[in-house]
Structures are given as C-alpha cells and as structure tokens.
C-alpha cells in the first residue's frame, strides 16, 4: 500500500493516476466533490476494487 506522499509522488512522476493498494493503472473516475478550494474526487480500482479519493487544491484562475 502506497501512503498518500509516495502515491503523490508516483502519480506526479508517472503523470498518471494509480491505486494505492495495487499500483494498477485501471482505475475510473467516480463521484466528484467540489468545494471553495479543493476538490474531492474518487475512484475505484478495476483491478482489486479498492476505493480511494484524491485531494486536488486551488491553484489559480486564467481566461478561458
Ligand atoms: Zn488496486
């Protein structure tokens, strides 16, 4: 099992979302919460089921 700073890492680094518990790649998109500053997205592992969430905070505004 990856603890949050080494599954931050790994996902900065590789540029891709993994799971935790599994390291698998094959992970979808569930429910997203968002707040103020941060939002709150979860996932699912297809691989061993496993569920999680990732913190994501504000970083700044630009034109669109
Ligand atoms: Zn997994």
Do not use: N
């Amino acid at each position: 099992m990856l603890d949050p700073d080494e599954w931050k890492a790994r996902v900065i680094a590789e540029g891709v979302t993994c799971c935790p518990a599994c390291e698998s790649t094959e992970v979808t998109l569930g429910a997203t919460a968002i707040g103020v500053m941060t939002i709150h997205q979860e996932y699912v592992c297809e691989h061993c089921l496993h569920t999680f969430s990732g913190l994501f905070a504000l970083v700044t505004w630009y034109t669109t």
